[in-house]
């Protein structure tokens, strides 16, 4: 099976005390591949016909299956729609969710017993680890505990999974999004990637959508399809906020999302009743820790001076997308590794960091540095490569690597950047100076809103708690933000202000 997930067969020991723990996936087979989880959530219409028809054929309530290769035989004849509809009552009375038995939510619950038994079994098995750990998360921010199904229908708990689409992650975020919540992405670094961090912003997140629809059918169809297709689904509804009742207005894959989830909790809920268990074997569970390090070690230097298994230290890791921790500032780098191989790897730390320290000039000269009044130079007639490096006290190679010149070729009018933000040389102007700090943030009252500027770095979920956690769906429908993800620096923003501040 292409997607199999695997096991190490490596006993390490556990002399150490560790905080977290792992578990360990094949790195090379992250992709989708059947039976992924969108093959698990993606039924056809033809397997549901059959069910349907059934569905259609009741005595008194009962369900009859005496024909049809839909359950196993021992649950045929207990399993009736009378007896889910019991059960679903009281799964509704369990849980803040709007539980309702329909003939969709059944439809979903038989296929997924008939052709998914062994996959769930699965997933059973995987849920003992991830399920503490976003039960914690949903627990700070007093979310349903039962939220936590809604990454096995994300991601299959796959933690590096990659849809069609682009989203990736336990809690699949689209790229515009991860940035709305502070999820740091760049070519090194995916923070998707990460359980802790992804954990927290997806309940960011999910807060936000109810809180701005009020209801956890809307809410849910908003975290698949974004809330500018649940407005509109609602606006052509005539106003009616009912999921089952918009589903025909929203996208087909949202259409099923709700009814899947539902389904998904009946099941792990229910497990036991329908022969459900946990498959061991399928992953390996090692006792770990993480550590904070500097930037600049690679994955084959920790490999060396550790002996851990490279796609070990991958599984551990995935966050760093290209086998390298890089230095980020005022960004904290971790390291997870096995326990018994902390001492080792913390024994030559100091020699690792020598190492790296070693290419180190050559790594900061390879940066592109983005180009600002405060940090460039204007090239005149006259000027070239060497003078302009020699009048700023840096090096030719500093010069080109920062602004990525190939050629010695330059024009007048030309900026450079002459500086790595560590310090300012040149000859800069205070009325520069003061030019640069004026566009920063602004408030200007107007019409009871005021106007923010965008600056370097914001986004919709940082902006939000700049102004007294004004929620992000108020900021874009007051902005026409729906299928803006990526702010620009310069952006004019209304931020609503308070009725205290208008009366002011």
Not at 396 to 408: C, P, T
């Amino acid at each position: 099976m292409k997607n199999q997930l695997i096991f190490y067969l490596l006993i390490f020991s556990t002399s150490l005390t560790a905080q977290n723990s792992a578990m360990v996936f094949d790195h090379k087979d992250y992709s989708n591949s059947e039976p992924s989880y969108a093959g698990l959530y993606n039924v056809s219409l033809s397997q549901l016909i059959p069910v349907e028809q059934n569905l259609e054929r009741k005595e008194e309530g009962l369900l009859l299956i005496k024909n049809l290769d839909l359950l196993d035989l021992s649950d045929s004849e207990r399993f009736s729609s009378l007896f889910l509809k019991e059960q679903l009552k009281k799964l509704d009375l369990a849980t803040p969710f709007n539980v309702q038995h329909n003939a969709t939510l059944e439809r979903f619950i038989r296929v997924y017993l008939r052709d998914r038994k062994a996959y769930f079994n699965r997933l059973i098995n995987k849920s003992e680890y991830y399920f503490p750990v976003f039960e914690q998360h949903l627990d700070k921010y007093d979310l349903p505990l039962e939220l936590k199904y809604l990454a096995v229908v994300e991601s299959a708990l796959n933690p590096v999974a990659i849809s069609p689409s682009g989203a990736k992650g336990l809690w699949q975020f689209m790229y515009g999004t991860a940035l709305d919540y502070d999820l740091y992405i760049d070519s090194y670094v995916d923070e998707r990637f990460d359980l802790m961090k992804s954990t927290q912003a997806a309940c960011a997140y999910l807060n936000n959508l109810y809180n701005s629809f009020g209801n956890w059918d809307l809410a849910l169809a908003a975290y698949n399809s974004g809330p500018g297709n649940v407005r509109k689904a609602i606006k052509r509804a005539g106003g009616n906020k009912n999921y089952w009742e918009i589903r025909q207005y929203l996208p087909r894959e949202t259409s099923s999302y709700v009814p899947a989830f539902y389904a998904t909790m009946y099941l792990f809920t229910h497990s036991e009743f329908h022969g459900l268990r946990s498959v061991k074997g399928e992953v390996s569970y090692f006792e770990t820790d993480t550590i904070q390090v500097r930037g600049g070690l690679t994955f084959d230097a920790i490999k060396k001076n550790t002996g851990i298994d490279i796609e070990l230290l991958r599984s551990f890791n995935p966050v760093y997308k290209k086998d390298l921790i890089p230095e980020l500032k005022e960004k904290t780098m971790t390291l997870t590794l096995p326990v018994n191989l902390i001492p080792r790897f913390m024994a030559s730390e100091t020699e690792l960091y020598n190492r790296a320290n070693r290419t180190e000039n050559i790594q900061e000269t390879s940066k592109v540095i983005p180009i600002t009044v405060l940090n460039s130079y204007l090239v005149t007639n006259g000027d070239n490569l060497s003078s302009i490096a020699k009048k700023h006290q840096i090096s030719l190679e500093q010069l080109k690597n920062w602004n990525g010149l190939d050629s010695n070729f330059l024009i007048s009018g030309q900026r450079l950047v002459v500086t790595d933000h560590k310090k300012y040389t040149g000859n800069i102007s205070k009325k520069v100076k003061l030019i640069e700090k004026s566009q920063t943030q602004e408030y200007e009252a107007k019409n009871g809103f005021a106007n923010y500027t965008v600056e370097y770095g914001d986004t919709l979920f940082k902006i939000s708690r700049k102004f007294g956690n004004i929620s992000i769906s108020d900021l874009r429908i007051m902005n026409d933000l729906d299928n803006v993800n990526n702010l620009k620096p310069g952006t004019k923003l209304k931020i609503k202000k308070r009725s205290s501040e208008v009366q002011n």
